[in-house]
């Protein structure tokens, strides 16, 4: 970043103050930062195990999800647990510190805020809050509620081999979000169990108060009572989950 463009300051100075408040190993750590001249520069701690496509592509079931997930639920709770919004969970931003499934953490704070009512517009189309597409300063708790809407849609994703909400143009996709329908036969059709379409449907919900905490989330029996045994998706299902990898990259 370029310490004498004011926007790239401000951003520095933003996602700086943020990393410097979270210590969990489920959120990337920084190292330090520091200026150089005319550069901003952020020390960050290495992630090795590869990223969350990566991992899909080697082997992926409705177990391996939860396993990836709930150390980041960890991670997205404590957050929470301290007014701190990410904005703009995707896949993108995840990546693995080890070559463990535990390790599953998450990156990129630069649209994270504190505590701040908010009134921009963040975030990923596909990923994106129905919320977001409106007007007008959201709370903190909006902002934390977002993060909600978009993990649901990262599990339908992981689950079903394409996003919930679709269309031919992102004006269509957009419209799509801020009609909130959820077919969850695509889920069960999927091979998806009961508990998961469950956890998504309370997830994807249009009203940002109605939808689960993450301490909620945590405790929810797709998370907490999982049986061991992986439930087997349909064929079609990883292969379309490959597509939307690959077109994603």
Known sequence: MNANNESHVANYKRETSVMKLMSHPNLLKMVKHWQAEDKLCILLVACQGGTLYDCIEREWTEQHAVQVLTGFLHGLTCMHSMKIAHRDIKPENFAFIADDLNSLTLIDFGN??????????????????????????????????????????????????????????????????????????????????????????????KDPHQRMSSLEAINHPWIKEYEKNPVAFKPFVLQSLLDFVKASR
């Open 112 to 205: 994270a805020v504190v505590n701040t009512p908010v009134d921009d517009h963040i975030g990923s189309p596909l990923y994106v809050p129905p919320e977001v597409l409106g007007s007008g300063s959201r709370s903190i708790a909006v902002s934390m509620a977002g993060d909600m809407w978009s993990l649901g849609v990262l599990v339908w994703t992981l689950l079903s081999g394409r996003p919930p909400f679709r269309g031919n143009s992102l004006v269509e996709i957009l419209k799509n979000v801020k009609k909130c329908k959820l077919n969850l036969d695509e889920m069960r059709r999927a091979g998806a169990s009961d508990a998961a379409m469950d956890f998504v449907s309370k997830l994807i919900v």
